[in-house]
């Protein structure tokens, strides 16, 4: 039975960004988007568990209790890493996802050039979608070490669980993890605004209260960045009203429409020469698409966003065409990736 230690080290060498130990089969790594076998010793039931309560020490409990538990870890040679452990069939599996040993910079990232305007704004949400492991922690965590660098802030975050750990620096930060620190993101971010917050990171927006509150937030003058996992700009906004009675839409309509400044949509695709890109849509909320999110015409914001380039609006279409065009990407990961395939095939026919 490999040290686990080993095992996070040996996957991080080999470009690995997740790991999967499940009973009956070996541990997994997932390298550029696809799983591999680490070796060829299939687990057990008792190799999964002694892995588990490794990792959870004391909180073990809490999975036999609920059947799962979600934690963050620093091992050896300071790997840090977000752990899900879950119970399927009796048994119990981990899902451990590999962070960055830094907080990358933000110019690093390849994302659209708007996004840099985002560190400045002093209200108003910020939105950043896309699907689990599309590097949404890693943009929110590079945004906010860009103002903790460079504007005199006080930065609370609401995290489930605390991913990156900031060092401050022009910024008072206070990180706040979601069953330990606070009970839930409802009752953390209606505190939170009794904590006298400049900026506000809520990990991820699930349910009505915590998306009322961070209208609220908004409203009141705080920069607020949050998650949703939607897969473009337009979906993030029916997202939102969605949660809503319907007799509520129209004032959220009025409320998002007011205080969206911005929705960054990504994903992660292969590159041409191995390892991965982030491709990203970014949405600048502009006086036409205020009207649009207003009037629930959410629709034509693919549109909008097409005419908008001038503002740093970019479309995941064009985005992809882009990737294309420099060559970082095939043209078969582009038309896979696209919202419109026959738009994109169209502009990478060789």
């Not at 010793?41 to 999964?48: A, K, Q, V």
């Not at 209790?65 to 899900?84: H, P, Q, V, W, Y």
């Not at 939607?230 to 998002?256: K, W």
């Not at 982030?278 to 909008?304: D, F, H, W, Y």
């Amino acid at each position: 039975m490999v040290d686990l230690t080993t095992v996070i080290q040996q996957a991080k060498a080999r470009r690995g960004s997740d790991i999967h130990i499940v009973k009956g089969l070996p541990i997994r790594i997932r390298v550029d988007g696809d799983l591999q076998d680490f070796d060829d010793e299939i687990m057990t039931d008792y190799e999964c568990e002694f892995y588990a309560r490794e990792m959870a020490g004391e909180d073990f409990k809490k999975i036999e209790k609920s059947g799962e538990l979600d934690l963050a870890i620093t091992f050896d040679g300071g790997i840090r890493c977000r752990i899900n452990l879950f119970r399927q069939r009796g048994a119990v599996s981990s899902a451990i996802r590999i962070l960055s040993e830094k907080i990358p910079n933000l110019d690093d990232l390849g994302l659209p050039p708007a996004v840099q305007k985002f560190p400045g704004l002093n209200r108003g949400i910020v939105l950043v979608t896309g699907e689990t492991g599309s590097g949404k922690s890693t943009t929110l965590a590079a945004l906010l070490d860009r103002i903790n660098h460079t504007y005199p802030n006080h930065i609370v975050t609401l995290e489930d669980p605390i991913e990156y750990i900031y060092t401050p620096d022009k910024c008072t930060i206070n990180q706040r993890e979601i069953g330990t620190d606070t009970e839930s993101y409802e009752t953390g971010l209606r505190a939170i605004l009794r904590e006298d917050p400049d900026v506000i990171l809520i990990g991820e927006m699930r349910d009505l209260n915590t998306i009322e509150t961070a209208l609220t937030a908004a409203e009141t003058g705080h920069l607020v960045f949050a998650t949703l996992h939607t897969n473009s700009a337009a979906e993030a906004v029916d997202r939102v009203v969605d949660v809503f009675p319907e007799g509520r839409q129209r004032q959220i309509r009025l409320q998002l429409s007011t205080t969206l400044m911005a929705v960054l949509s990504q994903q992660l695709l292969p590159r041409r020469t191995g390892g991965r890109v982030c491709a990203a849509e970014l949405m600048m909320v502009t006086p036409a698409i205020r009207n649009l999110i207003r009037e629930g015409k959410t629709p034509q914001i693919v549109s909008a966003i097409s005419t908008s380039a001038a503002e740093g609006s970019i479309t995941m279409d064009n985005a992809l065409i882009q990737l294309y065009k420099q060559k970082i990407i095939s043209a078969d990961v582009a038309k896979a990736a696209a919202r419109d395939q026959e738009y994109v095939r169209k502009n990478t026919m060789y």
